[in-house]
């Protein structure tokens, strides 16, 4: 008798469940997962919550009904509370945690500005000053605190906002690059097509 199966293969893209600011729950739970300072054990048997949370990600992921993307990102979300709850084989030091909650609490008027203006040039200078820090220090917080350099997080604000405008059609990519805070039309292309997988272009065909 011949058995077949078949496997799925599910890679979760971390940033995909990040906010477009950071907020207490990237800060406390997908900002460490990020930096593998929290660790899933590597097997999981019998677990019914589990198989049918995959098994709906997979479903929704397939059908591609109106909002699917809404209602994979929520079973994802699902998934990692789950594996959180049961299934944790390290976490951040309480120390750690400490340090990262009180850092975004000081740091959420400066996620604010970079959501504010975007569209402007931002310094590290500038961010530093709102944080009431030296640029050295603040520099290595932010990167401690979001996985990012200041100019990758800001980058990734603009590459988010630019879908906005690429979905709405009114404008051509250089006006879209632009009013993103790129000034040159070729870097927003190559950074967003290593993001996305697509170029401007194909995104709004």
Known sequence: MLFFFTFYL????????????VDLCQTKYLSPLSENLILFKNLIRNDNQIVDCIKNIIKEYFK???????????????LVVLLLRHYTDKLVTKKQLTFKVNNFERFY???????????????????????HISTYYFCRTFK???GKTTTEYINEVRLKKSIE??????????????????NDVNYFSRLFKKRYGVSPTKFMC
């Open 10 to 21: 599910i890679r979760i893209d971390l940033p995909f469940l990040f906010s477009d600011q």
């Open 64 to 78: 591609k009904e109106i909002g699917y993307e809404l209602a994979v990102k929520s079973h994802l979300y699902n």
């Open 109 to 131: 008027k400066v996620f604010d500005f970079i959501d504010s203006n975007y569209n402007k040039k931002i310094s590290a200078s500038t961010l530093s000053n709102i944080a």
């Open 144 to 146: 401690q605190m979001t």
């Open 165 to 182: 405008l690429l979905k709405d059609g009114n404008m051509n990519i250089t006006e879209i690059a632009i009013n993103c805070g790129f």
